[in-house]
């Protein structure tokens, strides 16, 4: 039997979406197989932080040895962060792009110096982030607290509107022809000679090849063609507060806790920065309360308005984590025609370049960011 469609893309988050768009783009026939809603899972949820400088928390937690190991993977943010500044125009719609740079903020002279070997670090691959003083923090950000002793400023980051973005690439992807198939979970995948079937309740999918791009479920999809990978879904939350004036036009991190905040277009803080939900025993997700207060604390310690202020919402959502923190893009080893489509933790970031290089890499062609030494796929 011939294929009915070139590829099947499993997973209707930002990632599967877009790599869907650049493959009906460039003439392939494009399924789109998702489970639930389009965006419903961590692209929806996420905070909208355009992050480009390696993350503190994990600087501190893992090293200078992972942290050069992680290094060349700065690059293919850089480049994700260049292609969302032009995905509004690209896709026709405002998706509330702003890169006016993030700051770690440091208290402690010991987190100046992690931020300035972090920062050299980033040096080493081509990312620029400024080590500066207190009064030189305080004129770039003078919304911080005065306990704030310096930080590292990098001008690449930013942030984009997550609940724009998926609907949006919905929509383009639709206009350039893909066939999307919401409610159709994929329950299994066999394969032949003519390329793969896709089990889903509504019967079998053929298609020649196949994307994984099933987020942090993406190990059990890769699992159905036999490819175990080291990737799992962690709990997250995020909370926004209600709008207060406009202060606030960087990512804002911390290097006393886990944070990351930024204000959104209408006023409204978001804030978050790696913190666990609670999961029920049924696997549902919960705000949890103890995580919140700290979050909110952290937050406000940082930029003391935001001790004014209400927080009006939470939500929970489970991210896509790999150990090392580093991306699984590429051909499956051994399974010829299915291409695994991950980036973890920071995928929001690297959803634009995720979906281009895949397609790149579902098309034959080189891709447009080298992987080697990016992809764990390219050691
Ligand atoms: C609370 C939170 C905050 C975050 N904040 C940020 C941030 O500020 N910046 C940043 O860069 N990143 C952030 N992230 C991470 C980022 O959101 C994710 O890495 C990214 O959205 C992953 O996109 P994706 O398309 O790969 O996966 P997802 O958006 O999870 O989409 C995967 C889709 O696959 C579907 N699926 C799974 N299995 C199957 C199957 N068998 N059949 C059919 N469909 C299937 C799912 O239903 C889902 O819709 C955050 C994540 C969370 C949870």
Not at 200 to 221: E, Q
């Amino acid at each position: 039997m011939t294929a009915a469609y070139d590829v099947a893309v499993v997973g209707g988050g930002l990632v599967g979406l877009t790599a869907a768009w650049h493959l009906a783009r460039d003439g392939a026939s494009v399924v789109l197989l998702e489970a639930g809603d389009l965006g419903a899972e961590a692209s929806g949820a996420n905070a909208g932080s355009l992050h480009l400088q390696i993350q503190y928390p994990e600087f501190v937690k893992y090293g200078e040895a992972w942290a050069r190991a992680y290094a060349p993977t700065l690059r293919f943010l850089a480049a994700s962060i260049d292609l969302w500044q032009e995905m509004s125009e690209a896709v026709g719609e405002d998706l509330n792009v702003r890169v006016k740079g993030g700051v770690v903020v440091a208290r402690t002279d010991a987190q100046m110096r992690a931020i300035a070997a972090k920062a050299r670090i980033e040096a080493s691959v081509g990312i620029v982030t400024e080590v500066l003083g207190r009064d030189e923090l305080r004129a770039v950000a003078p919304y911080l607290s005065d306990a704030a002793i310096g930080g590292g400023f990098c001008a690449g980051e930013g942030k984009a509107d997550p609940l724009r973005a998926t609907p949006a690439l919905a929509r383009a992807a639709v206009a350039a022809g893909v066939d999307i198939r919401t409610r159709t979970t994929v329950t299994g995948i066999a394969r032949d000679a003519q390329g793969f079937a896709l089990a889903t309740p509504g019967g079998a999918v053929r298609a020649a090849r196949v994307v994984d791009a099933a987020g942090a479920r993406a190990a059990d999809c890769a699992a159905m063609v036999g490819v175990p990978i080291d990737l799992g879904g962690f709990p997250l939350q995020v909370t926004v507060t209600e709008p207060v004036a406009p202060l606030i036009p960087h990512l804002v991190y911390s290097a006393a806790g886990k944070l990351s905040l930024k204000q959104a277009p209408n006023g409204g803080c978001v804030i978050g920065g790696g913190w666990a939900a609670r999961v029920h025993g049924d696997g549902g997700l919960a705000t949890d309360p103890a995580n919140f207060a700290a979050n909110m604390g952290i937050a406000a310690d940082v930029v003391p308005v935001l001790g004014q202020a209400r927080a009006l919402r939470s939500w929970t959502a489970w991210v896509n984590g790999t150990p090392d923190w580093r991306p699984i893009i590429g051909e499956a080893p051994g399974v010829p025609g299915f291409f695994l489509a991950i980036f973890p933790w920071v995928g929001f970031s690297a959803a634009p370049m995720t979906g281009r290089v895949v397609a790149d890499l579902v098309l034959g062609r080189a891709p447009t960011v080298p992987l080697d030494g990016i992809s764990v796929l390219y050691d």
